[in-house]
């Protein structure tokens, strides 16, 4: 009998310690920032609770040692952030710096999903947007500060709770909140994170759920036993000048983690989700021995280990199912461990391009990415089960959702409900039915993350490096004092923890940043300086300035996946995880008096987005030349290629390259013209749905449907200018710009 396609579905609930360190400037019970609070009320319970809709439906849940501890300060009314301080502070006793506070940080969060859904927070979002936060300063009363303090906490709460009689109440409000509203609010945050834990314990026990656990506070333990061992994935990665070197720091974090589980849960965990999926050999003993049955990571490390990639056909699916699907062993000196690894496409779909699409299509792509693999099983090894594992984070991508995600998991789950062919399991579930049977040798498994299969996310940059070597340096004191034990100094320890967690090395340099970098970098330090403090050292004079500079950063390439708005206003928050030139005034002489100022760009799985920001006073199609062209180059790939269809074009690279698609856009009457080169260098009109948004800046938005190109390929892009066909100029200067199809 043939077997259904096996699902496991795994959401990693993570937040680092933000609780702060530094007992001369601050009381004990502070944090510095309010994640943990703010995406416990929307990201963790209703998460589990959704599921339990659908008792058939299997999956297994992640909860971060770090997550857990924090979540119960808050639960006992012991935690207290910037935020919630000044929300539960009179309005009349706020300062003038606690103005400036709010104004700043109570639109931190997405304006399409949390802010503009919520008539009164939308004003004054687009107040302090339109006419500047000086303009709010001065002229905003203090029932305006009052309500933007309430809004702020209320649109964080989940939709899956606003049919509680109270919460209703205040969404239908809108205005005139008051001191007691806002501690309301409050004390119903309290009673929403005092759900999450127990929740997930009673959804275990009935078998509905799996709960797993991380190394206690996230660190990247290929880097605790070795920093060297980036090189593995980057054979030149510049290393720190101290190389780190604390492989027994392992068994902590991972003793540390499962007596904490075991206390919450009442039971032993059986999976552990290594932070950020980083794998090595050196780390898998610790864990087999710690008595964890299995781990997860990514399918690049898979393909890393076997020396294949893994190809995917133009609909986005593996061509070689049978190799990803199906779970691993890896033998160790302490028993064996399985390793399942995930889909990495599937998991980025749910992950970044599934909120900026209608819930339903969303969900109905997921599932016929299903249906494909299950036929392509029933084709392939109807004999053989096969695990399709689907493993991201379970709280950052929801903000991107249209109320929180609950339309798309709704739809996901009644669909999935009423399959037959295809069964969601926790992993532990299909590990004890099927256990697995190829083996892996252990001292070939890849080194790396999910993240390209590398760890330069974490170490390999300036700025990280140095972070490393402040850590080296006060791991070292540490090790100087025999006589400090976690029995007799226990601060010390958790100070090295904290510190030891892979986030601060994740905001620093290069790849990504936010609004909060500096705070971040502040962060680390202050756990570092703990260490020093509880061994009466004297702190470093290096830890008192920042590990590196926070400025407003240059040109850079995209962060992440985005989903902008194509109208042509340019929303910050849209393109702020975009790759960025500068253009104007910047790039060299032909671009010292251009019309156009910036370049931005970026990606998701459905479209290849652009956006040109004008020089002030500049009209398009006016003040520069009327027609824009994208031309389209792929590398190494054969296919009828043309020089690009405009007069004059010098022949200097890249301009006289040949290109294969090339799409004008018209800036006076915002009209697009598609073609594609042929035989004997011709270009023949093409149908596009590329969408064009002209008006502060323009924006653009091209389907990869339109380029015809599978995932995973390279593609670099030049924009000519012209005027009645002719060229004009280009940009950037001298290059292309780079670009990955998803």
Not at 637 to 655: G, R
């Amino acid at each position: 009998m043939p077997h259904p396609l096996y699902v496991a579905f795994i959401w990693h609930q993570h937040q680092p310690l933000y609780k702060c360190r530094d007992s001369v400037s601050i009381a004990p019970g502070q944090y510095r920032l309010p994640w943990v609070r703010l995406h416990g009320t929307k990201d963790y319970l209703d998460l589990v609770l959704l599921l339990a809709n659908y008792p058939k439906l299997h999956q297994t849940v992640n909860l971060v040692p770090s997550l857990i501890l924090q979540l119960e300060d808050y639960i006992a009314g012991t935690a207290f952030d910037p935020y919630l301080t000044v929300a539960l502070t009179p309005t009349e006793q706020l300062s003038r710096e606690q103005h400036q506070f709010i104004v700043e940080h109570f639109f931190d969060a997405n304006h399409h999903t949390l802010i503009d859904p919520h008539p009164r927070y939308g004003e004054l979002y687009h107040q302090r947007q339109d006419k500047g936060a000086a303009w709010c300063l001065e002229n905003w009363s203090l029932q305006d500060y009052s309500d933007l303090l309430a809004w702020h906490n209320l649109a964080w709460i989940d939709p899956l709770f606003w049919d509680d009689p109270e919460i209703d109440g205040w969404l239908r409000q809108q205005r005139n909140f008051t001191l007691s509203d806002r501690q309301r609010i409050y004390s119903k945050q309290r009673e929403i994170l005092s759900r999450i834990i127990p929740q997930h314990r009673q959804m275990q026990e009935a078998g509905q759920l799996e709960v797993t656990t991380t190394p206690y506070t996230h660190p990247i333990l290929p880097l605790l036993a070795d920093t060297d061992v980036g090189r593995v994935a980057i054979p030149n990665m510049t290393l720190p000048q101290k190389r780190f070197q604390w492989a027994e720091d392992i068994p902590r974090h991972l003793r540390k983690s499962w007596d904490m589980y075991k206390d919450r849960f009442g039971v032993a965990p059986r999976g552990l989700w290594p932070s950020e999926q980083a794998v090595s050999p050196a780390i898998l003993p610790y864990i087999a021995e710690q008595g964890f049955k299995w781990i997860c990571s990514d399918e690049a490390i898979l393909g890393s280990t076997l020396k294949y990639f893994f190809n995917r056909d133009g609909a986005g699916n593996v061509c070689e199912p049978e190799l990803l699907y199906r779970p691993y062993r890896l033998e160790t000196p302490h028993g064996d461990l399985a390793i399942v690894f995930r889909d990495h496409r599937l998991s980025d779909l749910i992950g970044f391009s599934y909120g900026s699409m209608e819930p339903g299509r969303a969900a109905a792509d997921l599932v016929g990415h299903l249906e494909a693999i299950s036929r392509s099983q029933q084709h392939r090894q109807p004999d053989q089960p096969w695990l399709v594992t689907i493993a991201l984070d379970g709280e950052n991508c929801w903000e991107h959702y249209y109320q929180d995600g609950k339309p798309f998991l709704e739809k996901l789950y009644q669909t999935l409900s009423q399959y037959e062919d295809i069964k969601l399991v926790t992993v532990s579930e299909f590990l004890e039915q099927f256990p697995a049977t190829a083996t892996l040798p252990s001292d070939r498994l890849h080194s790396g993350s999910w993240v390209d299969g590398s760890l330069t996310t974490w170490i390999g940059d300036q700025a990280k490096n140095r972070a490393w070597d402040l850590l080296a340096e006060a791991r070292q004191v540490l090790a100087n004092h025999p006589e400090a034990t976690e029995e007799n100094n226990p601060e010390v320890w958790e100070a090295l923890y904290a510190a030891e967690g892979s986030d601060w090395f994740w905001w620093f340099g290069e790849g990504h940043s936010s609004n909060q970098d500096a705070m971040f970098d502040q962060l680390f330090r202050e756990h570092l300086s703990g260490i020093y403090q509880a061994l009466n050292e004297p702190i470093p004079q290096n830890l008192k300035v920042g590990v590196e500079i926070h400025d407003v950063r240059g040109d850079h390439r995209p962060e992440g996946f985005i989903h902008p708005t194509i109208d042509g206003l340019g929303d910050e928050q849209d393109w702020d995880r975009a790759g960025r030139v500068e253009i104007g005034g910047s790039r060299g002489t032909m671009h010292k008096s251009s019309a156009i100022q910036r370049l931005w760009y970026g990606v998701d799985h459905l479209n290849f987005y652009l956006r040109l920001d004008f020089k002030s006073g500049v009209t398009p199609g006016v003040d520069c030349p009327p027609e824009l062209n994208l031309l389209w180059f792929y590398p190494d790939k054969t296919m009828h290629n043309s020089p690009a269809p405009l007069a004059n074009v010098p022949d200097e690279a890249p301009v006289n390259y040949m290109f294969h698609h090339q799409l004008a856009v018209n800036l006076l009457t915002r009209t697009i013209q598609f073609q594609e080169a042929g035989e004997s260098y011709q270009w023949h009109p093409r149908f596009s749905r590329a969408q064009v948004g002209l008006d502060k800046c323009l924006e653009l938005a091209i389907p990869w449907a339109d380029l015809q190109v599978g995932p995973d390929y390279p593609l670099r892009l030049i924009l000519v200018l012209a005027d009645r066909g002719s060229y004009h100029s280009y940009l950037p200067e001298n290059a292309l710009i780079p670009i990955d199809v998803p």
